[in-house]
Nanobody, 119 residues
Framework: QVQLVESGGGLVQAGGSLRLSCAASTFTFSLYAMGWFRQGPGKEREVVGGVNWTGGSTYYADSVKGRFTISRDNAKNTMYLQMNSLKPEDTAVYYC????????????WGQGTQVTVSS
């Protein structure tokens, strides 16, 4: 069974930074595209961005472009989300996901980690 575990969430002031990690186990990590999604209070889940199997290609939602960076380390079976210049509207539960489609890697999900940005 695929297991994805997010960590690194917390409370940060606006303008601050956080780095989320997504540790994968029980599947061949390097064969899957990975993505980050988030769900803010009262909102639907939305894509934050994704990374392909090698880490060589990424994409981002317009709302986070230039502030967030997705990377992966296949040797460590881990994906990262570096979040800079955080805004209160970035407050959400952040989920990592894995899948075979780079454009929408949504086959397997982690449990989520809360990120709260105070103004």
């Amino acid at each position: 069974q695929v297991q994805l575990v997010e960590s690194g969430g917390g409370l940060v002031q606006a303008g601050g930074s956080l780095r989320l990690s997504c540790a994968a186990s029980t599947f061949t990590f390097s064969l899957y595209a990975m993505g980050w999604f988030r769900q803010g209070p009262g909102k639907e889940r939305e894509v934050v961005g994704g990374v392909n199997w090698t880490g060589g290609s990424t994409y981002y939602a317009d709302s986070v472009k230039g502030r967030f960076t997705i990377s992966r380390d296949n040797a460590k079976n881990t994906m990262y989300l570096q979040m800079n210049s955080l805004k209160p509207e970035d407050t959400a539960v952040y989920y990592c996901a894995a899948g075979r489609r780079f454009s929408n890697p949504n086959e397997y999900w982690g449990q989520g980690t809360q990120v709260t940005v105070s103004s």
